[in-house]
């Protein structure tokens, strides 16, 4: 994998790792990380030795969002295309078939709340923070937002993007948006150990989980049964379908060919 300063990546028993690694400067967006991000993220998509992807931030926080110096450097016509780029890793993220699971920690606020919220799932330490906070300088959180809502409706997702109100980890928790919190310590053995578990599932099932739900939710129920047999039916027909069968039956592990 190709590294940059703002953006650092390993790849480790199907587990594809993304460091966010500007921690002077709480991992805001720059050009620089935002650019580093998407490619990562895409080389992982393309990597057929990675089952699972772990999106991580250096230092005592995830991401305060967008790095307000650069964004005040831009000139008017210039701020359409920079936040652009500022969101393109949500498009970059949905068109993913693989997991990908944020570790969080300290404040994960305006994009960086939204990149989080963007991932499939949230595994946070207890001193984790989430806000769309962008209403307490003037601006307002409507990606980050959008993504808050698709988690836990819209009606409550406005209420904190009007208010800029922070949700601590245990919120999180009982809102559906962390899967797992544990202590700071605890929070790269638990986050990793939660990869390696998906890693070792097999990556056509979870891909066909993945995209399935993604293209489910817009459908009529009608249609959605009907397009979940259909795929179902396809991933049935599979070799890895019939040797996870036959490993259950046999009681061994099985070995996934991804076909």
């Not at 028993?13 to 720059?30: A, K, Q, Y």
């Not at 009982?174 to 990793?192: D, F, H, N, S, W």
Request: charged residues 25%; negative net charge.
């Amino acid at each position: 994998m190709t590294e940059s300063k703002a953006v650092i990546t390993k790849v480790e028993d199907g587990v594809g790792r993304i460091t966010l690694n500007r921690p002077e400067s709480m991992n805001t967006f720059s050009t620089e990380l935002a650019e580093g991000l998407c490619d990562s993220l895409e080389a992982m998509e393309s990597d057929p030795s990675v089952v699972v992807v772990v999106l991580d931030g250096e230092g005592k926080n995830f991401s305060t969002g967008i790095d307000l110096k650069e964004f005040l450097s831009k000139e008017r016509h210039e701020i359409r295309d920079f936040l652009r780029l500022m969101d393109r890793h949500n498009n970059v993220l949905f068109s993913m078939s693989k997991p990908v699971v944020a570790s969080v920690q300290g404040y994960t606020l305006a994009n960086g709340a939204g990149l989080a919220l963007a991932c499939d799932f949230i595994v946070a330490a207890e001193n984790a923070v989430f806000g769309t906070t962008a209403i307490n300088v003037g601006l307002i959180c409507l990606e980050p937002g959008y993504q808050l809502s698709r988690w836990i409706g819209p009606k409550r997702a406005l209420q904190y993007v009007l208010t800029g109100d922070f949700i601590p980890a245990e919120e999180a928790l009982k809102l559906g948006i962390a899967y797992r919190v544990v202590p700071q310590e605890k929070l790269e053995e638990a986050t990793m150990d939660f990869a390696r578990k998906l890693a070792k599932k097999s990556p056509l099932a979870l891909k066909t989980g993945k995209r399935g739900l993604q293209q489910m939710e817009s459908l009529p129920l009608e249609r959605a049964i009907e397009a979940a047999g259909e795929k179902f039916a396809a991933l049935a027909a599979t070799e890895d379908a019939r040797e996870g069968l036959e490993a259950f039956l046999g009681k061994r592990t099985p070995v996934w060919q991804g076909r």
